[in-house]
């Protein structure tokens, strides 16, 4: 079991910056990655930014390409969100996820998927 706790939504300007953070405990050396998400009401969520434990790699939605970036993740048990250059159509509840997998005999054995509360971000015009 994970759990993980947002923080650092808020209001802006467009164009300005917020950082979201969010902190996982529990069975955190299960974590293989974690991402965040965003949803508006009556849209599915959609996936935002993911970074990889091991690796490191990221990756990002086209949509915030070259404004966001995610961080940590890694042996610290929070993971970052630092966003650039809001745009109105960033504002969104932001929820954090973290995928975790046992692996039994080498093989993958309990996938599972844990989520925050989620964290409100409004840009305004």
């Known amino acids: 079991q994970v759990q993980l706790v947002e923080s650092g939504g808020g209001r802006v300007q467009t164009g300005g910056s917020l950082r979201l953070a969010c902190t996982a405990s529990?069975?955190?050396?299960?974590?293989?990655?974690m991402a965040w998400f965003r949803q508006v009401p009556g849209s599915q969520r959609e996936s935002v930014a993911v970074?990889?434990?091991?690796?490191?790699?990221?990756k990002y939605a086209d949509s915030v390409k070259g404004r966001f970036t995610i961080s940590g993740g890694g042996a610290q048990n929070t993971a970052y969100l630092r966003m650039n250059s809001l745009k109105p159509e960033d504002s969104a509840v932001y929820y954090c996820?973290?995928?975790?997998?046992?692996?039994?005999?080498?093989?993958?054995?309990?996938?599972?998927?844990?989520w925050g509360q989620g964290t409100q971000v409004t840009v305004s015009s």
């Open positions: 529990g069975s955190i050396d299960t974590i293989v990655s």
């Open positions: 970074i990889f434990k091991d690796s490191g790699a990221t």
């Open positions: 996820n973290a995928h975790t997998l046992i692996l039994k005999k080498g093989m993958p054995y309990k996938p599972a998927d844990y």
